[in-house]
Nanobody, 121 residues
Framework: QVQLVESGGGLVQAGRPLRLSCAAS????????MGWYRQAPGKQRELVAA???????NYADSAKGRFTISRDNAKNTVYLQMNRLKPEDTAVYYC???????????????WGQGTQVTVSS
C-alpha cells in the first residue's frame, strides 16, 4: 500500500501564490507519474498538471503559464506551485500517483485525501 499526504492548501486572496505538496510513503516500489487533480463543487474531477518519472509535464489549459508542477524523486514528493490564483481555481485538490506495486508488478493509481484551496476575490 502507498499512502499520500497532501499539504499546503488554504484560503488565499486572488493574485497570490500557493504551493501544494504531496509526499508518498509506504510500500513504495516504482513511482511512475505524479499529478494533481481538482474538483470544484458540482463539477467533475479534472486534471490540473502531471509529471512523469522522466520529468515531462502536462498542464490543463487553465493552469498553463500560472502553475508549475515539479517532483523530488529522492523525497517521493510532488509539488504544485500555483501563481496568480483566481477565484475559479477554488476546489479540492487531489494528489495522484501512478505506482507499480511491489510483488504484483501491477500499475495502480493512488489518491490523496484532498486539500481545500479557496481563492477569495
Amino acid at each position: 500500500q502507498v499512502q499520500l499526504v497532501e499539504s499546503g492548501g488554504g484560503l488565499v486572496q486572488a493574485g497570490r501564490p500557493l504551493r501544494l505538496s504531496c509526499a508518498a510513503s509506504g510500500s513504495l516500489f516504482s513511482i511512475n507519474s505524479m499529478g494533481w487533480y481538482r474538483q470544484a463543487p458540482g463539477k467533475q474531477r479534472e486534471l490540473v498538471a502531471a509529471i512523469t518519472s522522466g520529468g515531462s509535464t502536462n498542464y490543463a489549459d487553465s493552469a498553463k503559464g500560472r502553475f508549475t508542477i515539479s517532483r523530488d524523486n529522492a523525497k517521493n514528493t510532488v509539488y504544485l506551485q500555483m501563481n496568480r490564483l483566481k477565484p475559479e481555481d477554488t476546489a479540492v485538490y487531489y494528489c495522484n500517483v501512478g505506482h507499480i506495486d511491489r510483488g504484483t508488478f501491477r500499475y495502480r493509481d493512488y489518491w490523496g485525501q484532498g486539500t481545500q484551496v479557496t481563492v477569495s476575490s
